[in-house]
Nanobody, 120 residues
Framework: QVQLVESGGGLVQPGGSLRLSCAASGNIFHIKTMGWYRQAPGNQRELVAVFTTGGSTNYADSVKGRFTISTPNDKNTVYLRMNSLKHEDAAVYYC??????????????WGQGTQVTVSS
């Protein structure tokens, strides 16, 4: 099993910044992908930003140039730095990871979600 623990959501004014963090723990042998999705009311869950195997990153077009995904030396953690936040960025943000477990099974896990509210 893998646990994803998120933090960093909250209320921010338009144009402001937030940093989300997600820490993965458990029987992890290898991380294939790890990143962030979001879901606003009435919308489908959508990719925001993700690290893929080899260290490459993918971003949604709507956040390119404003959001940055990063990982510290502890590669079981990912951060999402969100700058120049807009009303349309408001959503529940979910950490997601695609893992190879210690028993070599491949499993996908989701965090519990953290609310980001953009309002003046």
């Amino acid at each position: 099993q893998v646990q994803l623990v998120e933090s960093g959501g909250g209320l921010v004014q338009p144009g402001g910044s937030l940093r989300l963090s997600c820490a993965a723990s458990g029987n992890i042998f290898h991380i294939k992908t790890m990143g962030w999705y979001r879901q606003a009311p009435g919308n489908q869950r959508e990719l925001v930003a993700v690290f893929t195997t080899g260290g490459s990153t993918n971003y949604a077009d709507s956040v390119k140039g404003r959001f940055t995904i990063s990982t510290p030396n502890d590669k079981n953690t990912v951060y999402l730095r969100m700058n120049s936040l807009k009303h349309e960025d408001a959503a529940v943000y979910y950490c997601n990871g695609d893992f190879i477990l210690s028993d070599l099974r491949r499993m996908t896990y989701w965090g519990q979600g953290t609310q980001v509210t953009v309002s003046s």
